[in-house]
T-cell receptor
Framework: DAGVTQSPTHLIKTRGQQVTLRCSPK?????VSWYQQALGQGPQFIFQ???????QRGNFPDRFSGHQFPNYSSELNVNALLLGDSALYLC??????????????FGPGTRLTVL | TQLLEQSPQFLSIQEGENLTVYCNSS?????LQWYRQEPGEGPVLLVT?????EVKKLKRLTFQFGDARKDSSLHITAAQTGDTGLYLC??????????????FGTGTRLKVLA
């Protein structure tokens, strides 16, 4: 049973460029959430996708956008990169609705460095 | 706005000692999860607690959910060097669309010395 996978593992970009990160959820999961984790801090929620729609969004600018595909995989796009966007980007998957509680599983993350 | 506060932020102890990490909030959560994260890797789920007052044990780790489902604690007995890592709590909040949104704590960085 494959867990959550993310690609690429590492990425180096320059300021102003655009980046796309990819995530495949755990088998059987239909909800994908994206997080940004700065060094030494806890993950910060970016947004969540369920049924190919953005359902929840954290306090991140519109430069951060995403997409979910019919097979539940997801992409995170960041435009006009800033130095402060350098972080570990984590994808987590879970089952969407209909449960009294939920469990979320994380991928290994993509380390983005903006120069 | 950070809804979950963890304490302590840093902890350095000798192998064999006991420790407790706390996770506190003013919000009521549907469930609460504890994760451990190694440098450069994603968080690994340790446990999920659901019911107020629930206690779960995972070998030398004991997790408790507060009666009001606003707080939680993680107790490690006889810590080992392999317990070293960043411990994160995350509370689940039900959203209007029926999915769950997770709020992470500030993290506790544990170092166990041989």
């Amino acid at each position: 049973d494959a867990g959550v996978t993310q690609s690429p593992t590492h990425l180096i970009k320059t300021r102003g460029q655009q980046v796309t990160l990819r995530c495949s959820p755990k088998s059987g999961h239909d909800t994908v959430s994206w997080y940004q984790q700065a060094l030494g801090q806890g993950p910060q929620f970016i947004f969540q996708y369920y049924e190919e729609e953005e359902r929840q969004r954290g306090n991140f600018p519109d430069r951060f956008s995403g997409h979910q595909f019919p097979n539940y995989s997801s992409e995170l796009n960041v435009n006009a990169l800033l130095l402060g966007d350098s972080a570990l980007y984590l994808c987590a998957s879970s089952l969407g609705t209909g449960f009294s509680y939920n469990e979320q599983f994380f991928g290994p993350g993509t380390r983005l460095t903006v120069l | 706005t950070q809804l979950l506060e963890q304490s302590p932020q840093f902890l350095s102890i000798q192998e064999g000692e006991n420790l407790t990490v706390y996770c506190n909030s003013s919000s009521v959560f549907s469930s609460l999860q504890w994760y451990r994260q190694e440098p450069g890797e994603g968080p690994v789920l340790l446990v999920t607690v659901v019911t107020g007052g629930e206690v779960k044990k995972l070998k030398r780790l004991t997790f408790q959910f507060g009666d009001a489902r606003k707080d939680s604690s993680l107790h490690i007995t006889a810590a080992q060097t392999g317990d070293t890592g960043l411990y994160l709590c995350a509370g689940a909040l039900r959203t209007t669309s029926g999915t769950y949104k997770y709020i992470f704590g500030t993290g506790t960085r544990l170092k166990v010395l041989a």
